[in-house]
Structure formats: C-alpha cells, structure tokens
C-alpha cells in the first residue's frame, strides 16, 4: 500500500511512489501528496513521530527529532510573551538528541529509508559541512552505503559521534578546489551503476524531513506561529516550513493562516535577500552577488553561502515568501555575534553560525515592528548544542578513502 504520490506543482502531472527529483515536462518542483490529510502522531521518539507527512514507508526509529520550547528569559529580553524555540542539535537537558548538531540529520533520516525502500543502494552528494556529516552519521546507523565529496577545507567538518563505517565512502579534493567543484564531481559520481544523487531540495524527504520542525512547533504550541524565523542558505528549510503549514492548514485544527516567513542571509553574501528586495523572482548575478567568490569569503556564516539557491523555480523560496508575505534581513557579522552571546547565556545552550544570524533577524524585527509583542513566534535554531555534545561524546573524524585531483578525473583513478 502506497502512502503518497508526487504531484508536480507546475503542471500537474503525478507520479507512484519512487525516489525522482523532477518532473519529465518541466522543472518545477513535486510535492508529496499525503494520503493521509490529518496529522497522527506515531509513538516514536524523534522524527518518526511525524510519520503521516514522511515519504517512507517504516515508521523511522531514530531519537534525533526536532523539540520546540517557550522561551523565558531571551522572550523576555525582547519583550515578547509567546515567543517558541524550535531547536536540533543536541540538548538532553530538553530531550534534543541530533546527535550531528543541526537540522540537516532531519533530512538525512527520511532520505536514506526513501532510497532504501524505492530500491536505491548508495547515495551520493557534495557537501562542506553540515549535511555531509549528517548524512554521514545516518549511514553509520543504518549500513546504508554514501558517498560524500568534499573541498579540502570541509574535510574537518567532517566527525561523527560514533566510529565510522565502511559504508561512508568520504572523497576529498586536494586544496584549491572549491564546493562548486565537488558538486561536479559528485554529479559524476551519481551517474554510476547504483549510485543516486541526493537531489537537495528537490527531494520531497529532504524538504518533508526539515518540514517536522513547522510539524512539531503546531502541536506544542497547539496552532502555527503566525512568523517563523530562519536564516537560509539554499531556502530549503523556509520551502519546507512552508509547506509542512500548508498540510497543516489543510488539517484544519491548526488555524489557517500561513506563518509570515522571515528569513535571514549573512552579508556580505546575501543573492536571495537582493532579489526579493528588488521584488524578483530571478536572482541576476551581476546584482545581486557580484564578487561573490569574495563575498563567500569574508561571510561569517558559510552553511548560508549557497551560490544556486531554489528561489525563483516553481514551488521555490520565491514562491513561499510570496504566499506567507515573507520578509528577508541581510546580517552583518558583528549582528550575528552580538545575537550569538545573547542568546546564549540567557537560554544555556551554544549555537552555530546560521542559528546566530537568525537571532539577529528576530533582533531586527522586534526592533522594525515587524513583529506584535503577543504574537506567537518560532525561531528556528536550526543547528546547535556542538560544544554540549562535547561534553558527552568521543568524536571521531571521518577518513577520506580517495583524494581527488579535479572534479574531471577519471573516476577508475579513484578507485572508490
Ligand atoms: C543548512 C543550514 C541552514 C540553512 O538552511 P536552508 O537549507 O537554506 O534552509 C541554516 N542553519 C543551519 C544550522 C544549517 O545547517
Ligand atoms: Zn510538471
């Protein structure tokens, strides 16, 4: 029995349920419909709870999951009364147990199963930090094979909590290659018998896996948010906010409005922020990130310096930000790092870059009047508790098995 189908959002078409990024007529997005229209919590530990909007088929058993909190003490630096805090990393203390530190394991999860379960056997990406660890670390779990490609400079990212596995196949490339270099090669990577890229944001269980924090804040706060605080990079967790309110509107003991999305970028690289200032849905290169090898240079929080973003494509960020009466911040570093102690010493936990310039933007926004005092908000601290982990775990850095040259090498000279 099938629990969803994919619908394309541009024209329509549908699809059973198998692992596609794309649609065969155009290049908007698809869209996992449901066949269950009402939230049913299952009596899973973390992300498995979710399992009604969750593109598998077995209920996931991981304790990693997202947690939403009433914050106290930064709530009332702000002077805000219903202010939630959506948070993944870990945090016993408040039952957070993404063990990688950030939002990105909640993809990983139902992205792995997905591929196990449409009859996949390794998956392959390019990442410098973040996802590569999470989905790293989710291979370990589950013996699932994944093949990561990194620059050199992501390589350190690259530590889990437990011992590696054979069944992480890490690529590095020797310095003076950069992250658009990896994600050459590993598209080259992906064309090989077997292997299958992961897709980004294309990927229903990539966007429905980061949707459970929207999922999770409804049913503690017992309503959507009417804002939701985010920084972005790719604007996959905003798309996927986005969506996850849409299912829940449709479930209707949620409220019907869609939470107002405001979304911050790190400058001085800052293309999503540019375009919808200049109410476009294209970003153009010249405007909006000229320099940008510079700019990605000097930018504070890297995870945000996505130079391909999924903003003007049908069902993209464009797209959200349009539906909810988005708005987007630019931050600068000092902002983010004035946001990053604050919010630090008044709610007891460390936070990672990007979960920084998102406490700056709500910092902005309370500041523009661009939030009511009593109105409810998530923030979400999409990556933290690293230095908490710290305290717990041994962590163990991940060995490259090859070392590429360039992104054009001949793939039997890596003999991975
Ligand atoms: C990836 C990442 C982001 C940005 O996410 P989007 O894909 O742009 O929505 C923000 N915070 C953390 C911690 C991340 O890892
Ligand atoms: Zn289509």
Redesign the pocket.
Known sequence: MGRFKLKCLKCGREYGQEYRLTCENDDSFLRADYFEKRLELRNQPGIGRFHSWLPVQEEITTDAGPITYKSEAFARELGLSNLYIGF?GYWPERKAFTKTC???ELEAHPTMQFLKETGGKALVLASA???GRAFAHVSALTGIDVYIVVPDSGVSNLWLPEEPTKSIHLISMSPGNDYTDAINLAGRISKLPGMVPEGG?RNVARRDG?GTVMLDAAITIGKMPDHYF???????????AWEAAIRLRADGRFGQKLPKLQLAQNLPFVPMYNAWQGKRREIIPELDMKYAKKQIEETY?T??T?RA?PYGVTGGLYDALVDTGGIMYAITREEALEAKALLESLEGIDI?P??AV?TASLLKAVEAGNVGKDETILLNL???GYKRLKEDYTLYQIEPVAIAKNPDIPLEELKI
């Open positions: 993944s950030s939002f990105k930090g973040n996802t944001a980061m985010q920084a972005v990079g790719s604007g996959t967790g905003g798309i996927s929080a995870v945000l996505n973003p990672l990007p979960s998102a999409a990556g933290g």
